[in-house]
């Protein structure tokens, strides 16, 4: 008998492993992953608000084009504002001065007001959250001053302190405490019996159950008065400097009014809603730090 012929399989050429693995080892890289992940994230957040901030340009562009339109396009606002955008810190004579400079003056007014709103607020609130006979004496009085507009607070706070200065600071406290009161009192209202009783338990005194227990468990409604309030002191610091005068975006804004510019009251819009954002931004980054993500974004 004759053997069967041996049948040699084809050699084709290996390719080497030293090419496959880098791919395989960067196909299973949690870093490129991480990366590929966050690039996905970021552009289904900033693509769809950029998307709609361009057509809005176009659109205002389009109707705001004609020589009779009495808002300007952004293109004219764009030129004719262009000196203030490229120098915000510009310093003049008297009220003469950058944006940067009317930002930063109504800044400072809107953080002392507001801070003393937030102390005296939560110091408040805890109080009527905590106490009956506290909440029916001072309850109805809060509902009632809260719905007096903050500049119905101007004349009043100008007769005071006779200067601009503190007035405009106390119209942001009087307008930024009563969401602070309101939310703090209804946060410390819902705190669970169950935290009640290990206070009694551990016989914590009245200021330890503040800090250990009040506080934390009250934290997210805190801090959602506390972003009320940030974003009304910004509103109402624009509106009363442009009755004070000096150095303050609402100034700035009035000004332009009284001198027909209108594109630079359209650039001190811009500038104002993108400072009230970054406070709220700021407030709620701070919240959900503290409360461990139990406050809301």
Known sequence: MT???VRLKSME???????????????RN?????????????????????VTLLFLLIFWEIVCSSPTASVPPPSRVVSETWELIVHPFYVGQGV????FWHIFASLKRVALGYCLAAFAGIALGALVGQSEWAMRGLDPIFQILRTVPPLAWLPLSLAAFKDGNPSAIFVIFITAIWPIII????????????????????????LEYFG?????AAAPYIFTGLRIGIGLSWLAIVA???LIGGVGIGFFIWDAWNSSRISDIILALIYVGIVGYLLD????FIAKAVTRNTASA
């Open 3 to 5: 053997a069967n012929p």
């Open 13 to 27: 050429p290996v390719k080497p492993q030293a090419d496959i693995v880098p791919l395989a080892v960067a196909r």
């Open 30 to 50: 949690p870093a490129g992953r991480a990366l590929r992940k966050w690039l996905a994230s970021a552009m289904s957040h900033v693509l769809p608000p950029l």
């Open 96 to 99: 003469d001065q950058g944006l």
């Open 183 to 206: 939310n703090t009192a209804v946060g410390i209202r819902n705190i669970p019996q169950d935290y009640q009783n290990v206070a009694k338990v551990l016989r914590l005194n009245q």
């Open 212 to 216: 250990k227990i009040m506080i934390p």
């Open 240 to 242: 009363a400097e442009m």
């Open 281 to 284: 931004r700021l407030i709620a």
